[in-house]
């Protein structure tokens, strides 16, 4: 798995490709490819949330889990799907929160939320690459250690970033960020089996916006085209 991450997240997270954990996980990827096992997203699309978002350009970051296993689903964005695909139950209910939120905010004909991406939304999956149909199957074999460090150096390095964590597994990465120079929204993962103790209403979308004009910062236009 040759690493082609950008230039600004290279320039500090470099160290990480060549410590033992990282060395383990290109070992453990080769070895399914060789064995031919169907692995998301594409190799392409691994780093695409450090492609869309440079180091430098993050305001908001709003962690995942795992990667989509189903097929033509995932391409590195967390809770994103590529275009012409049917959405996840989760994604509907971030889309329904945002109809709620924003009057004037129209329900997407599609998934792909690059543009939010564009614009200084760090997708970020705490796992980056799954197995085929097979959810979770590539937790615990470093991609957390290196997401972990993407938080880390994120909090150590910037200030004023918005972390939306949604769920337990994502509220665990609080620990993570110096809550005296960032802020952190938490609430209930969107899943239909959490929605509706908390994320529903939650109003984070609103209240991200607002702390970015409080800031001086442009607001997230949320629509999706």
Known sequence: MPVQLEESWKEVLHEEFEKDYMKDLRAFLR??????RTLYPANKNIFNAFDHTPFDKVK??????DPYHGHNQAHGLSFSVQKGVQFPPSLQNIFKELLAEFKDFK???HGDLTQWADQGVLLLNATLTVEANKAGS????????FTDRVIQTLSDNRSGIIFLLWGRYAQAKADLIDKSKHHILMSAHPSPFSAHSGFFGNGHFKKTNEILE??????????ID
């Open 60 to 65: 908001v970051a709003i962690i995942g889990q």
């Open 31 to 36: 070895t399914a490819k060789t064995e031919g």
């Open 214 to 223: 409080k800031e001086g910062k442009k607001q997230i236009d949320w629509q």
């Open 138 to 145: 590539h937790q615990k074999h470093g991609w957390e250690i």
């Open 107 to 109: 329900y997407p004909d």
